[in-house]
């Protein structure tokens, strides 16, 4: 054990090192929890995602500019009623505007007058089948959810005073009248409240879950509140100054963010825990002394722990490059947290080990041979055998030192096959489409599908400057196939040479096929603008509507994919350069999580579309997965190709290999489990995306943990000999020993 190692140890272990150590930890955490608020109440769900140069953004402006009056955040309530909507619905639906109308509520910045309409005038406004009205309310853009919440819970009541039942209640199969709250608006509160209903269903689900999952892997219960400790410990730290920098100013924070990050804490937290753990218990059955076996432990631990732990952090750090809003605010949040834990791992865990000892395994206290006898004779008992088992791992190790060809054959090909499922995936861009079916704002747009135009939930607003030209805009949309209507046109208030229409499209504004079509109707305008003689007519058209800005969503994505997963490949191919020395190595280690990525999106896909019955996956999903699966995958190849390298000096290369991978089976196994297990707690959620990407996720974290890891790595390994070290020092322990060198 080298100079620093002693002094390391020293520190946070001995007589009063673990105790300065805890206290530190205490009073930081609790300080910073008094002086600072905490994350959750700093999130901002409403922060934009596209950047300003993206061109839906910038039509968003010239729409604030030249139309004021038609901008806000529209929430759209939607009256129906299966058998036709009667006189007193009608009634009131004036009695609604009449109320809102004299008395606004918060951020309301407009009601069309429906009270003052006479009923035949209203009954105009009804869809064909006469069974159902939208009447939209618009608040300001940049409504704070909880007010628009509240606003929603206000129109609610109002509502069901006038009405014989809750129509907010009634399924839509009833005969009674049915409201609903969709739009933008109510899109958007639904989002919001998803994620927040969510928070402490998925704290106590993870927690619950990392402790029967410790409970019943080391049978010990004091064991098992240790990594939850260090992972409460980390949380309770991290969380204000997350929170003080979102105050500030310097980030942005939303609940999906902080909702992953609760699982990833638990998950990777749990892991560097049991990394640290696995080897103290190891060691405590060789080693009396319970220090020595601590350092020792912390030793031969740390250095596979830091650099697990640095790799994840700057892997999720990359996501600062990402163009789009909800992808960069996972970045500080995510990588802040694991940088907390891996100290904590490295600090706090240690201290808690040293005050506890051996008894932090009880009631299964692992011993030396001397101390089980000793033990028995004191007790007046025989002595009990020791029983020497060939474990699992250890005959896993055997299989592939002896079979490497065969072993990455059939792994690649498994890998591979399930990969090749990759290229048929269908993404989608359509948050409407993750919420369940029966949300109030998917409810009503389905009922409004039913009744009017889809198109008509989220029209497509096309801006154009004329410089005065005659360009009759209405006309040119209203001859696309792919239209439904078009609005008659307005100027604009600053410019009255910008021209304004609203386009209802056949498809779903939120689907696919709609967002193919912004360019064209680009391309319409722009053409339109040219044959009128209109200079530079590309620079002249903007357009508007959540269609537009899905599409930027896609590009944005596409886009930050190019650029970050080659930034986290070469990172992580840096540190492993660097961490191992060996060129070799780190090609193929980091050739074989990419593999089992591809290989987790497949069979993630061939899960959500075959057996869920899902169309399409969201396409955030891609980005998300690669980062965490590949960062924490190399984890575990980590930790398990430190001991080969350390052992590699001690004994010939297979025995390094089998006792590397035999040694490092039950802690990576435990690991891997825990880790999956915590990020399949989010596909319980209601939320689409968050089930897609805790379902592949878990897959992926199964594949490292039972496939990479026991066999790939370590075959391809025994394949490459003394090639898998190059360029870095090899070592042949049988040749050594015959030259009569000291190895």
């Not at 089948?129 to 959810?145: D, H, R």
């Not at 003080?244 to 804490?265: F, H, R």
Request: aromatic fraction near 8%; hydrophobic fraction near 50%; charged fraction near 15%.
């Amino acid at each position: 054990m080298n100079n620093f190692a002693n002094k390391y140890g020293n520190g946070v272990t001995g007589p009063r090192g673990r105790w300065i150590t805890l206290i530190v930890w205490i009073v930081l955490t609790a300080s910073l929890s008094m002086l600072w608020p905490t994350v959750n109440s700093q999130e901002n769900n409403s922060a934009a995602n596209l950047p300003a140069s993206y061109p839906s953004v910038q039509a968003d402006e010239v729409a604030k500019r030249e139309f004021p009056n038609a901008e806000g955040l529209p929430a759209l309530i939607v009256w129906h009623r299966e058998t036709g909507l009667t006189d007193d619905d009608l009634k009131a639906v004036q009695k609604f505007a009449e109320t809102f109308t004299a008395k606004p509520l918060p951020e309301q910045t407009a009601l069309p007058p429906y009270h003052q309409m006479p009923l035949p005038a209203l009954k105009s406004q009804l869809s064909e089948n006469k069974k159902t009205l939208v009447t939209p309310i618009v608040f300001a853009n940049g409504a704070e959810t909880d007010v628009l919440n509240e606003n929603f819970d206000a129109i609610r009541e109002q509502v069901k005073s006038q009405t014989e039942a809750d129509p907010f209640a009634e399924k839509l199969a009833s005969d009674r009248l049915i409201v609903r709250v969709s739009g933008p608006a109510g899109i958007s509160v639904d989002a919001v409240g998803l994620f927040k209903s969510a928070d402490v269903s998925l704290l106590i689900a993870t927690v619950l879950l990392v402790l029967v999952l410790l409970l019943l892997i080391y049978r010990s219960p004091i064991l098992a509140f240790i990594p939850l400790i260090g992972v409460g410990f980390a949380y309770g730290v991290t969380s204000p100054i997350l929170g003080y920098m979102a105050k500030m100013g310097w980030i942005e924070v939303d609940g999906q963010a902080i909702s992953i990050m609760t699982v990833l804490l638990f998950g990777a937290g749990t892991d560097y825990c049991l990394f640290l753990v696995a080897r103290f218990r190891q060691l405590l059955t060789v080693e009396p002394n319970k220090w020595t076996a601590l350092k020792q432990a912390i030793s031969g631990s740390s250095g596979a722990i830091a650099m697990s732990g640095f790799t994840v952090v700057l892997a999720l750090a990359a996501l600062l490059l990402a163009d789009y809003g909800a992808v960069k605010r996972f970045a500080v949040p995510f990588s802040l947290s694991i940088f907390i834990m891996a100290i904590a791992s490295l600090t706090l865990v240690p201290a808690l080990l040293a005050v506890l000892g051996r008894a932090s395994f009880y009631p299964f206290v692992p011993r030396t041979p001397d101390m089980i006898r000793e033990r028995a004779e004191k007790k007046g008992v025989p002595v009990p055998q020791i029983r020497s088992r060939k474990t699992i791992g250890a005959r896993f190790a055997s299989l592939v030192v002896r079979k490497p060809w065969t072993v990455i054959v059939v792994t690649v090909a498994f890998l591979a096959g399930s990969a090749s499922f990759v290229p048929g995936i269908t993404y989608t861009y359509d948050l409407l489409s993750s919420f369940p079916k029966d949300m109030q704002s998917r409810e009503g747009f389905t009922l409004i599908g039913q009744s009017f135009s889809e198109g008509s939930l989220a029209p497509v607003k096309l801006m154009a400057d004329t410089e005065g030209k005659a360009v009759d805009l209405q006309a040119v949309m209203q001859k696309l196939e792919y239209v439904d209507t078009v609005s008659a046109p307005q100027k604009g208030a600053i410019n009255p040479n910008i021209v304004s229409v609203n386009v209802e499209l056949h498809a779903n504004p939120y689907d696919n096929e709609a967002m193919k079509l912004i360019p064209e109707l680009r391309t319409a305008a722009e053409s339109a603008l040219q044959a009128a003689g209109v200079a530079a007519p590309a620079e002249r058209v903007w357009v508007a509507g959540q269609t537009a800005t899905q599409y930027d969503t896609k590009q944005a994505g596409v886009r930050d994919e190019l650029v970050i997963i080659p930034v986290v490949i070469v990172l992580i191919a840096l540190l492993l350069l660097a961490y191992l020395r060996s060129f070799v190595a780190m090609l193929y280690l980091i050739a074989t999580v990419v593999l089992s990525f591809g290989s987790a999106l497949g069979l993630g896909w061939l899960v959500i579309h075959y057996v869920m019955g899902g169309d399409a996956i969201a396409g955030a999903i891609p980005l998300y997965a690669f980062v965490f699966l590949v960062a924490l995958g190399e984890d575990y190849n980590i930790f398990m190709i430190s001991s080969i390298w350390k052992k590699r000096k001690q004994m010939p290369l297979k025995d390094a290999i089998r006792e590397g991978v035999s040694e490092t089976g039950g802690v990576i196994t435990s690991a891997g489990l825990i880790l999956a297990g915590t990020f399949a707690v989010l596909a319980t959620l209601p939320m689409q995306i968050l089930l897609q990407f805790g379902l592949i996720t878990a897959i992926g974290v199964l594949l490292d943990t039972f496939i990479v890891r026991p066999f790939l790595v370590p075959a391809i390994t025994t394949v490459l000999g003394r090639a898998a070290f190059w360029p870095g020092k090899t070592y042949d322990v049988g040749e050594a020993r015959l030259k009569g060198e000291s190895v």
